[in-house]
């Protein structure tokens, strides 16, 4: 199992660019959920899934949006980047929810200029 | 709002124990975490603790929570080099993604 993968690892964009963040799990969990970690903050959850075809915001949502058309992959996308969003942005899945154990991905470092 | 706070360093001895500490704000927490975070890589979850529990005792990691004060701390033995590392203390609500909250994290250096 590659357990959960992100892709780009890095990348650059410009103020008003477009992204979409890719994450996909092989685990067949049931959960997953977008985090953005700040410079010497701890994680702070922007949107999660409890399944295929259901999200849910999370304390961040702002200026991003997901989706969860199959269990492997939930996608973050961000419509206009502003420099606020400048964060490493982490991916993780369960397969239950609260108290269960969390499989995180590497992450992807995301600079807006 | 909620809120989760830690002290941002702590340095041990290689051999001697880590205590961690924490304090939260929400008294309905459901599910109190540890997670630790090397350099460069996504968080893994240590231990978590069910609010109705005082202690919970996994190998060298040791958790106590004091609910009265919401004080969480978990304590590590023998520390180890292979320790240093952050670690995130975090509380949820019962169900996933229901008032879940990070504290900044604790940076502990273990010296040889």
């Known amino acids: 199992n590659a357990g959960v993968t992100q892709t780009p690892k890095f990348r650059i964009l410009k103020i008003g660019q477009s992204m979409t963040l890719q994450c996909t799990q092989d685990m067949n969990h049931n959960y997953m959920y977008w985090y953005r970690q700040d410079p010497g903050m701890g994680l702070k959850l922007i949107y999660y899934s409890v399944g295929a075809g259901i999200t849910d915001k999370g304390e961040v949502p702002n200026g991003y949006n997901v989706s969860r058309s199959t269990t492997e992959d939930f996608p973050l996308r961000l419509e206009l980047a502003a420099p606020s969003q400048t964060s490493v942005y982490f991916c993780?899945?369960?397969?239950?929810?609260?108290?269960?154990?969390?499989?995180f991905g590497p992450g992807t470092r995301l600079l807006v200029l | 709002g909620e809120d989760v706070e830690q002290s941002l360093f702590l340095s041990v001895r290689e051999g001697d124990s880590s205590v961690i500490n924490c304090t939260y704000t929400?008294?309905?927490?459901?599910?109190l975490y540890w997670y630790k975070q090397e350099p460069g890589a996504g968080l893994q979850l240590l231990t978590y603790i069910f609010s109705n529990m005082d202690m919970k005792q996994d190998q060298r990691l040791t958790v106590l929570l004091n609910k009265k004060d919401k004080h969480l701390s978990l304590r590590i033995a023998d520390t180890q080099t292979g320790d240093s590392a952050i670690y995130f203390c975090a509380e949820s609500g019962p169900i996933y993604g229901q008032n879940f909250v990070f504290g900044p994290g604790t940076r502990l250096s273990v010296l040889p």
């Open positions: 993780a899945s369960s397969y239950g929810g609260a108290g269960e154990t969390q499989y």
């Open positions: 929400d008294s309905s927490s459901t599910y």
